[in-house]
T-cell receptor, first 114, second 113 residues
Framework: NAGVTQTPKFQVLKTGQSMTLQCAQDMNHEYMSWYRQDPGMGLRLIHYSVGAGITDQGEVPNGYNVSRSTTEDFPLRLLSAAPSQTSVYFC?????????????FGPGTRLTVL | AQSVTQLGSHVSVSEGALVLLRCNYSSSVPPYLFWYVQYPNQGLQLLLKYTTGATLVKGINGFEAEFKKSETSFHLTKPSAHMSDAAEYFCAVSPFGNEKLTFGTGTRLTIIP
């Protein structure tokens, strides 16, 4: 198993550009989520999904869209990038959420918005 | 609503000494509690978790944590620090399983040779 994969590893955008951060898992996990990590602020939940076709907002959803058309993939879209979205983004997945199954994190995407 | 407070953004201990990283939480429902570790330029890895039952939880790499409801705490300990323990540690709380985790701001652990 490759686990949770994220692409790209690094990205530089200009203000106003759009892009999609890719996340895929090969563990047949039902639960997937996106976090952003900023210095001194820990990780904050952006969006999450409890299964294909079902998504919901987390703590900091503004400026981001998600969709979950398959179990494996959970892309994060930045509609119009802003400097405040400069951050490290992590995707995570897990199995039975009610059992608090282990969440597996991807290696992260470091995004800089100029 | 839920929140996590990690006391001490930086902690330094000597190799072989006790490691104690503090975590206090706030939750309106019985919480699920987690400790994660992050090594430089990597994602997070689960150290241990508390769901229900035994309040002393053992995790990987010799770490353990004790859930104390009366103190709303979930402190992480390891009897003897090793150089490989140098990393950033995050405490997290959830109202239901591993859904919608709220993370603390992290504690960077430095091990002094």
């Amino acid at each position: 198993n490759a686990g949770v994969t994220q692409t790209p590893k690094f990205q530089v955008l200009k203000t106003g550009q759009s892009m999609t951060l890719q996340c895929a898992q090969d563990m047949n996990h039902e639960y997937m989520s996106w976090y952003r990590q900023d210095p001194g602020m820990g990780l904050r939940l952006i969006h999450y999904s409890v299964g294909a076709g079902i998504t919901d907002q987390g703590e900091v959803p503004n400026g981001y869209n998600v969709s979950r058309s398959t179990t494996e993939d959970f892309p994060l879209r930045l509609l119009s990038a802003a400097p405040s979205q400069t951050s490290v983004y992590f995707c995570a997945s897990s199995g039975r959420r009610e059992d608090a199954d282990t969440q597996y994190f991807g290696p992260g995407t470091r995004l800089t918005v100029l | 609503a839920q929140s996590v407070t990690q006391l001490g953004s930086h902690v330094s201990v000597s190799e072989g000494a006790l490691v104690l990283l503090r975590c206090n939480y706030s939750s309106s429902v019985p919480p699920y509690l987690f400790w994660y570790v992050q090594y430089p330029n990597q994602g997070l890895q689960l150290l241990l978790k508390y769901t229900t039952g035994a309040t002393l939880v053992k995790g990987i790499n010799g770490f353990e944590a004790e859930f104390k409801k009366s103190e709303t705490s979930f402190h992480l300990t390891k009897p003897s620090a090793h150089m490989s323990d140098a990393a950033e540690y995050f405490c997290a709380v959830s109202p239901f399983g591993n859904e919608k985790l709220t993370f603390g701001t992290g504690t960077r652990l430095t091990i002094i040779p």
